[in-house]
């Protein structure tokens, strides 16, 4: 079993950044890509990003956070990070972190989630 523990989130203005880190661990984690997600109250789940974890390259980045959003990550602590510039109010959500196939990922449909984390952005 694999868990994800998502941290970083918070209460910010307009304009502010955040980073927010993924911290994977469990038992034999290998999953070929890990991505972020967000849902707003009333909204369905938005897939943000998506990241490829032996290569370290950015697979998907949704066209509502390009440019301001970037997912990396950290191999020796198997953590991801999403780190989120010039938010907006429209950024608030839950944003959770999510392991597996990158096809599933897409799907909304990863091996693995994280418990979530709040990001909220004041005007």
């Known amino acids: 079993q694999v868990q994800l523990v998502e941290s970083g989130g918070g209460l910010v203005q307009a304009g502010d950044s955040l980073r927010l880190s993924c911290a994977a661990s469990?038992?034999?984690?290998?999953?070929?890509?890990m991505g972020w997600f967000r849902q707003a109250p009333g909204r369905e789940r938005e897939f943000v990003a998506a990241?490829?974890?032996?290569?370290?390259?950015?697979?998907y980045l949704a066209d509502s956070v390009k440019g301001r959003f970037t997912i990396s990550r950290e191999n020796a602590k198997k953590t991801v990070y999403l780190q989120m510039n010039s938010l907006k109010p429209e950024d608030t959500a839950v944003y959770y972190c999510?392991?597996?196939?990158?096809?599933?990922?897409?799907?909304?449909?990863?091996?693995?989630w994280g418990q979530g984390t709040q990001v909220t952005v004041s005007s």
């Open positions: 469990g038992r034999a984690f290998s999953s070929s890509a």
């Open positions: 999510a392991a597996g196939f990158y096809s599933d990922l897409r799907r909304r449909r990863p091996d693995y």
């Open positions: 990241i490829g974890w032996s290569s370290g390259i950015t697979i």
